[in-house]
């Protein structure tokens, strides 16, 4: 999709400070700090961020409590950012249950907040395919915003998370599950085959993420065994330190443009979509018209031609 002669470029997968930089006041960066990330790249950026660290420490040290936190810091966020450009995305704690179906009303409901997540069971210590993560993820499909869950690109032994996360959609089949940068890491295939299985048995709710364009192999894999139309753009950019941040396009878990082994911009990661083999109607697909359609996006981002 072109806007204004702009490649439309969603990238779902994207952590930004709702707070200061320890954890304890208010953020210490202003939203322009972070349009000046998304606009100096030529293409016309849309994204949807989650809280980051230090909000993994506070959610985890008592979830009843990071939860709500986390989402107002997120909330003061999206509310100063233009319209159209940045989408929240819900932080949410199996421990913390109540506090988690409550957030999902409140943010999805009332301040159109597009997704849930990340889902951090691998760091934050809990399985991704509980009684409780089926709750939650049936009220998120009960708002019509996707659970994002967190699968280990190669941190963890063989696609452990991939299959909790499969798991996960198989018992909640009313949600829709983001398998969160699956495409990348040096599990990418194991997650490949795990999808294509599930989509061969008949499932339908699962889209995954690619984070590292540059894995032509495992992304011309994902696009020729799974389709296009499951896959999203999601490079788990991290606003890290204090301003300037790093570019976008960056390759996680780089955090200078120097050492990044391609220029980060998008043109570069359409470019690696093309190396892979994709058509025009796949680049498209993936880098706009699936997260339109997933995150409920029609006539909240700027028309396409
Ligand atoms: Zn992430």
Known sequence: MIVDGRRLWIDSHIHVRGWSEDGQGPRDFSVDDIMRVMDADAARLVWITSYSF???????????????????????????????????????????????????????????????????????????????????ARKAGEFGVPVQCHVSTAGQQDGEQMRQTISLARMAPEAQIIAAHAIGGRNSYTHITAAQVYFEMGGRNLWLEIRDFNTREWVRAAVERLGAERLIAGTDWIARGQPPFPPYGILFPHESADENPYPCTVASLEGFLRESGCSEQDISRIAAENSIALFGLEGRVPAAL
């Open 54 to 136: 230090p909000g993994i420490r506070a959610i985890n040290a008592d979830p009843a409590k990071g939860v709500p936190w986390a989402n107002e810091g997120q909330l003061g966020l999206v509310q100063e950012a233009p319209a159209g450009r940045i989408f929240g995305s819900i932080a949410v704690h199996p421990a913390a249950l109540n506090e988690s179906l409550v957030a999902i009303e409140l943010y999805a409901g009332e301040h159109g907040f597009v997704q849930v997540g990340e889902v951090l069971g691998y760091s934050m210590g809990f399985e991704l395919d509980s009684q409780a993560m089926v709750k939650i």
